[in-house]
């Protein structure tokens, strides 16, 4: 028997749409909903305003990001705000 991934936050779906679309979905999904790190304050809840805009719980800095997740920031960049 093959093994299958588990779907989760896709059975809404039912049958519709096919395995690999609810697949690539539930991955994006998933990496959405977890916690992510302030890129400035390293506080570790960081709250999606909107579709490539997050706001920090802390510092309540508000900054753009990718679309589902919060990308780190250059390194040449942390070091010219440390100097």
Not at 13 to 27: H, S
Not at 39 to 63: H, L, M, N, R, W
């Amino acid at each position: 028997m093959a093994k299958t991934k588990k779907i989760t936050s896709t059975k809404r779906f039912g049958p519709r749409y096919g395995r690999t679309v609810k697949e690539r979905l539930n991955k994006v999904e998933k990496e959405q909903k977890k916690s992510h790190k302030c890129p400035y304050c390293t506080y570790d809840q960081v709250k999606q305003q909107s579709v490539g805009i997050f706001i920090c719980a802390k510092c309540e800095t508000k900054f753009a990001s990718k679309a589902y997740t919060v990308a780190k920031l250059p390194r040449i960049k942390i070091e010219e705000e440390l100097a």
